[in-house]
């Protein structure tokens, strides 16, 4: 049995000051079973290349899709949890699909900044899901993240 802080640790707590351009920052992730089906659970998508394995593979895929939008719950998870962490604001996500990701599919999610924004506390980063279990990438993309000023 784990206690809720083992389960649910705090935020990293990185503020625009320790933030340097060039930084990269990896993380891995998994389209585990309860991801997918929470997932189906919160936004009833049940498009046939979702859900039917026949029908997906009809469609020329290895089996059911998952829905690019996991990868986007991955990226909140990674701002508000990893890089920069718990002063962090999203505020802005282009986020390219490339390749499928499946059901038990390893992902690692990069990060790199490319930019910083003074005026504002904004970060950019270069984003790349690369699918360690399909070798492809699975999605590239940029964000834009404010770094608030918390106690």
Request: glycine letters at 8%.
């Amino acid at each position: 049995m784990h206690s809720n802080d083992e389960m649910n640790p705090p935020p990293n707590d990185c503020s625009y000051e320790d933030i340097a351009v060039g930084m990269k920052i990896e993380h891995g992730y998994a389209i585990r079973p309860e991801v997918y089906q929470t997932f189906l659970e919160a936004f009833h998508d049940f498009s046939p290349v979702h859900v039917d394995q026949n029908y997906a593979r009809t469609a020329g895929f290895a089996g059911r899709v998952m829905h690019g939008a996991q990868l986007n719950g991955f990226l909140s998870h990674f701002v508000g949890m990893i890089f920069p962490g718990r002063r962090s604001l999203l505020l802005a996500v282009d986020l390219r699909y490339l390749q499928p990701s499946y059901l038990g599919d390893e992902l690692q999610l990069t990060a790199g900044v490319t930019q910083k924004l003074d005026a504002k506390k904004v970060i950019i980063l270069d984003l790349v899901f690369q699918n360690l279990t399909q070798k492809t990438i699975a999605a590239r993309g940029r964000a834009q993240v404010m770094l608030r000023d918390l106690p």
